[in-house]
């Protein structure tokens, strides 16, 4: 909700209520380091809004830094307070779609869809989409169907330990000191939020037998640079690198399924005959800013909260954003829960870590309907 030109009213000169409607997304008064009380401007944007229907008043007191303490009346709001809903644009806007990936025309959910709920590994999934060989995009959503927060990931993690060089964006690194960009682009040191990931698919999915369920259609780790005046070349520190993610995203607003180098960066297992790097262990990832585009989610600008893939914990995803040379910072793309939107943070935060999987195309399920309480239940005997 945004209220606009809003402006403080003294609730005690309000006699009717029900002649005019009066809104409220949050007030509050303060006491400032001059033991002065202040009374904050009602907030204009809040994923709630109140209704006031009557004001009541309360003798207190309330103490200023200094330990002074202060008479005060407080005002308490009564009224109905009106949830985030579902818009018509999101209603129309929800549903699956298609765009082409690297295996040929993938089909994907976008927006307030409640029918893509999975049941595997003992865990609660959402399909992020078919992929164009057939096999089927999960995004883990959890042990239980009303999942939220970091509920829905399995911890939070720093994407790589460092941040100080352009190598930390990817998912896996080469030599970080290198002096071109093939020294440190090249896959041979996992990245911290790798390491994870494969140690929580060997407990989960290796160890419990439920391998031979998984495809091996890549993960994109796209580190490649951007077309833009001046960009930098992704090794030097004193110039600041834009990476092609970071240009479709927030720049062109133009997402893509297509990993522009698979060789490099579309990540699959040392097995795979068709496309990819062939450097991963074990076929798992994350959820890449472009899938999340797709999905409705949009750059710094706009908010959305009602897609499938929000969360109200932030999450990594594995798109790489920029290197700073101001701030000698790499940094990858998340999905940023106060906010609702894509943005792009230092590898060294510790955001939500949600794996992705594919399931085979041959996968069968034993029942359900893709619902939150009656999911699609994978055959696994």
């Known amino acids: 909700y945004t209220l606009t030109d809003t402006i403080l009213v003294d ?7 029900s002649s005019k409607n009066y809104y409220i997304c949050y007030a509050s008064t303060n006491i400032n380091m001059d033991n002065k009380l202040s009374t904050s401007q009602s907030y204009r944007s809040c994923t709630s809004i109140y209704k006031i229907i ?4 309360e003798e207190t007191t309330t103490t200023g830094p200094s330990g002074m303490v202060f008479d005060m009346i407080k005002y308490i709001i009564k009224g109905y307070e009106y949830k985030k809903i579902e818009l018509e644009s999101d209603k129309s806007d929800k549903g699956l779609y298609k765009a082409e990936d690297d295996y040929g025309t993938s089909y994907y959910y976008r927006g307030n869809v409640k029918n893509n709920y999975v049941y595997f590994a003992d865990s609660y999934w959402r399909i992020i989409r078919i992929n164009g060989d057939n096999s089927i995009r999960l995004l883990y959503a959890g042990k239980k169907a009303d999942a939220t927060g970091v509920e829905l990931g399995i911890g939070s993690k720093k994407f790589n330990n460092n941040q100080y060089r352009p190598g930390y964006v990817g998912y896996m690194y080469g030599n970080i000191d290198g002096t071109t960009y093939d020294e440190v682009y090249q896959n041979t040191n996992d990245s911290n939020v790798k390491q994870e990931l494969d140690k929580w698919y060997k407990e989960n999915i290796d160890d419990k037998n439920l391998s031979s369920y998984i495809a091996d259609s ?10 833009r005046a001046n960009n930098g070349d992704g090794v030097s520190l004193d110039i600041e690198t834009h990476y092609t993610g970071y240009k479709r995203i927030m720049t062109d607003t133009a997402p893509s399924y297509i990993c522009p180098n698979k060789e490099r960066d579309l990540f699959t297992l040392t097995t795979n005959e068709i496309l990819g790097n062939k450097a991963l262990t074990y076929p798992v990832g994350l959820i890449t800013a472009d899938e999340l585009a797709y999905a409705g989610m949009t750059k710094s600008t706009f908010s959305n909260k009602m897609s499938y893939v929000y969360s109200n914990y932030t999450y990594w995803t594995m798109t790489p954003a920029i290197f700073s040379n101001s701030t000698s910072t790499a940094n990858e793309f998340m999905l940023y829960s106060l906010a609702g939107t894509l943005q792009t943070n230092s590898v060294s935060q510790t955001p939500m870590v949600r794996p992705v999987i594919n399931l085979s195309k041959d996968t069968l399920i034993s029942g359900g309907i893709g619902t939150s309480n009656n999911p699609f239940v994978i055959k696994t005997t």
Do not use: M, Q
């Open 11 to 17: 609730p005690t000169t309000i006699t009717d209520y």
């Open 54 to 57: 009557g004001v009541t008043k």
């Open 218 to 227: 890549g993960f994109c780790n796209d580190r490649s640079l951007a077309e």
